[in-house]
């Protein structure tokens, strides 16, 4: 890590440099969904020219790096951010989890792509050296094929936001957010039969959740204070658990099943 002076809002003068401990195991590759089904030969040929980050919460992590290598998240998560000069306020452009990777904008286009990099947990992530990620997709015909249905899957994504800022109140843009940002309790301890009932929700503060819902942190507060009234969800420090999944869905008022639902009753 070397000091950088910058005139971004950050919490540290840090930047993250990319030059980190390389990935010697295909094992570690295999881990990101996108690389997970391809041929072990192929995982054996990318595995040498990935790298292996750590970002912790906190860190500033200048965007200009988005020109020059290529995230996929393994572990943690971090949010993509816009913010307004004038004002101050800023906008989620996306929440990133392992299996997820970016910068797909500047991959494309081949542009800067101006961003506030925010890790909400201790992140790792492998990158790649852009111009590498990009000979990869136009060489390998399997490795495209894995590609392709992601970025149709986060088109979809943005599709689904800008048409639910428009379209829809804050309420029914919250429980949307939080129904697509669903985690199950890893260490439930109630009875088997209510397992399914209960659902948790990491990360997300009342500041954050206002940032992707478009609204502010006040109107939010008011929403979640109300739900946890109606026994709804149980809400904590930055911990919403979900109660009840049928009213949440209900006040989503989905018409049909959204592709990127990351839960479906069975």
């Given at each position: 890590?070397?000091?950088?002076?910058?005139?971004?809002?950050?919490?540290?003068?840090?930047?993250?440099?990319?030059?980190?401990?390389?990935?010697?195991?295909p094992?570690?590759?295999?881990q990101?969904?996108?690389?997970?089904?391809?041929?072990?030969?192929?995982?054996?040929?990318?595995?040498?020219?990935?790298?292996?980050?750590?970002?912790?919460?906190?860190?500033?992590?200048?965007?200009?790096?988005?020109?020059?290598?290529?995230?996929?998240?393994?572990?943690?998560?971090?949010?993509?951010?816009?913010?307004?000069?004038?004002?101050?306020?800023?906008?989620?452009?996306?929440?990133?989890y392992?299996?997820?990777?970016?910068?797909?904008?500047?991959?494309?286009?081949?542009?800067?792509?101006k961003?506030?990099?925010?890790?909400?947990?201790?992140?790792?992530?492998?990158?790649?050296?852009?111009?590498?990620?990009?000979?990869?997709?136009?060489?390998?015909?399997?490795?495209?094929?894995?590609?392709?249905?992601?970025?149709?899957?986060?088109?979809?994504?943005?599709?689904?936001q800008?048409?639910?800022?428009?379209?829809?109140?804050?309420?029914?843009?919250?429980?949307?957010?939080?129904?697509?940002?669903?985690?199950?309790?890893?260490?439930?301890?109630?009875?088997?039969?209510?397992?399914?009932?209960?659902?948790l929700?990491n990360?997300?503060?009342?500041?954050?959740?206002?940032?992707?819902?478009?609204?502010?942190?006040?109107?939010?507060?008011?929403?979640?204070?109300?739900?946890?009234k109606?026994?709804?969800?149980?809400?904590?420090?930055?911990?919403?658990?979900?109660?009840?999944?049928?009213?949440?869905?209900k006040?989503?008022?989905?018409?049909?099943?959204?592709?990127?639902?990351?839960?479906?009753?069975?």
């Amino acid at each position: 890590m070397h000091k950088n002076k910058t005139d971004l809002p950050q919490k540290s003068t840090q930047e993250l440099s990319p030059e980190l401990s390389p990935v010697l195991s295909p094992v570690l590759v295999k881990q990101a969904n996108l690389f997970a089904d391809l041929p072990e030969k192929l995982i054996e040929d990318f595995q040498q020219e990935f790298q292996l980050n750590e970002w912790h919460k906190g860190d500033y992590i200048n965007c200009d790096i988005l020109t020059k290598r290529f995230f996929v998240v393994i572990e943690g998560s971090l949010e993509i951010k816009q913010s307004n000069p004038d004002t101050g306020r800023e906008a989620t452009l996306d929440m990133l989890y392992a299996g997820d990777c970016f910068d797909l904008m500047v991959l494309l286009d081949d542009k800067p792509h101006k961003v506030i990099i925010s890790p909400l947990t201790t992140v790792k992530l492998l990158s790649v050296k852009l111009s590498t990620m990009r000979h990869w997709l136009w060489t390998y015909p399997e490795f495209n094929q894995q590609f392709m249905p992601y970025i149709a899957k986060k088109m979809r994504e943005k599709e689904q936001q800008a048409s639910s800022l428009i379209l829809h109140d804050v309420t029914t843009r919250l429980s949307r957010i939080i129904l697509e940002h669903i985690n199950k309790i890893k260490f439930y301890t109630g009875s088997k039969e209510e397992e399914h009932h209960h659902h948790l929700v990491n990360g997300l503060n009342d500041e954050t959740l206002a940032r992707m819902t478009g609204s502010v942190r006040q109107v939010i507060n008011k929403q979640l204070q109300h739900w946890k009234k109606e026994d709804v969800i149980d809400k904590k420090r930055n911990q919403l658990i979900i109660k009840d999944l049928e009213a949440l869905e209900k006040e989503a008022k989905y018409t049909q099943n959204l592709a990127n639902a990351p839960f479906s009753n069975t």
